[in-house]
């Protein structure tokens, strides 16, 4: 049995009867954690842009959980039609009780444009997500004690808000553009928190990120470069933890007892690089309110959508 499942059915409250939605559930800390949520009976929806890959990954799945009820649906998070297009699949209702934003892309080497001309970190990891929520809230609330967990990092610490150059149109740095995409998540799950409390809803939005971690992200950066992709591949073995401890905050997130709204969680060794789920450290400018209702407003425009305004 794997040990993600292992782990969630001695440390997590048995989940049967929800439904879960998960984004890049085909591989990495997506993968695992759609294994540990139907470990605790959840059915889940694994929203992926490959559907190929995520049949694959459903059958792999169900090798160590014979019973999972999973649902493989086609979701490109870089094209806000196959957002609509996903959304457009639940019926008005079908409830979901947790909706995990986990896809994402990490420091592209050469700057890349979404379907919709947004840079393809701002695009993908922030943009692409705030629409998806935003379609499916109506779903979110009408499950009782919902939430909605957004994948953010620790290098948020070191981010910037552009909000003047959101897209990176003026200067690309592969891991500012990184940066700032994983800071603008945690801030959308901390100013969805406010305005949920705003409108006295019980769903809780929460954040988590998997410290450093061995996933498909890593892909992305190593992409024409052949020497880095052997030395970190190597270096992974030793020094980075498996997808299964990665997602363990973000099962936490979702299906622990009593989350903290608006909270965060990540491993609570050193510099949160690894270990068991604790509460995260969330840097100062995260918390800025004037900052988190700018990008808000930035997103609603962007994407066309409005949620919770």
């Not at 959840?42 to 009820?69: E, F, I, N, Q």
Request: charge should be negative; glycine fraction near 8%; include cysteine.
């Amino acid at each position: 049995m794997a040990d993600v499942v292992s782990w969630s059915l001695q440390t997590l409250p048995r989940q049967r009867g929800r439904t879960a939605v998960v984004t890049g559930a085909n591989s990495g800390i997506g993968l695992e954690t759609t294994r540990g949520l139907a470990a605790l009976g959840v059915r889940v929806v694994m929203a992926c842009r490959s559907l190929d890959k995520a049949h694959a990954a459903a059958d792999d799945v169900r090798k160590s959980l014979p019973g999972a009820d999973l649902d493989v649906r086609e979701l490109d998070l870089a094209d806000l039609a196959s957002v609509a297009a996903f959304a457009e699949t639940f019926l008005e209702g079908d409830r979901i009780d947790r909706l995990v934003n986990n896809a994402g892309v990490m420091a592209l080497p050469e700057r890349k444009e979404t379907a919709d001309g947004f840079e393809m970190q701002f695009g993908t990891n922030v943009l692409g997500h705030f629409a998806l929520t935003a379609r499916l809230l109506p779903n979110v609330l009408a499950a009782p004690g919902s939430r909605v967990v957004w994948l953010s990092s620790i290098a948020h610490r070191d981010g910037r808000l552009r909000l003047t150059d959101l897209q990176s149109e003026d200067r690309y740095d592969p891991w500012a553009a990184y940066r700032q995409s994983k800071l603008a998540d945690l801030m959308l799950s901390i100013e969805m928190q406010r305005r949920l409390a705003a409108r006295g809803e019980d769903t809780v939005s929460v954040a988590a990120h998997p410290g450093v971690s061995a996933t498909a992200l890593s892909d992305d950066m190593m992409e024409g470069k052949p020497i880095l992709s052997a030395v970190f591949g190597a270096l992974s073995k030793v020094a980075i933890m498996p997808a299964w401890r990665g997602a363990l905050p973000t099962l936490v997130a979702a299906a622990g007892h009593d989350p903290q709204p608006g909270g965060y969680v990540g491993p609570d060794g050193f510099r949160e690089m690894r270990g068991d789920p604790a509460p995260a450290e969330i840097a100062p400018r995260a918390l800025d309110p004037v900052a988190a209702r700018q990008l808000w407003d930035a997103c609603q425009t962007l994407t066309g959508v409005e949620m919770l305004s």
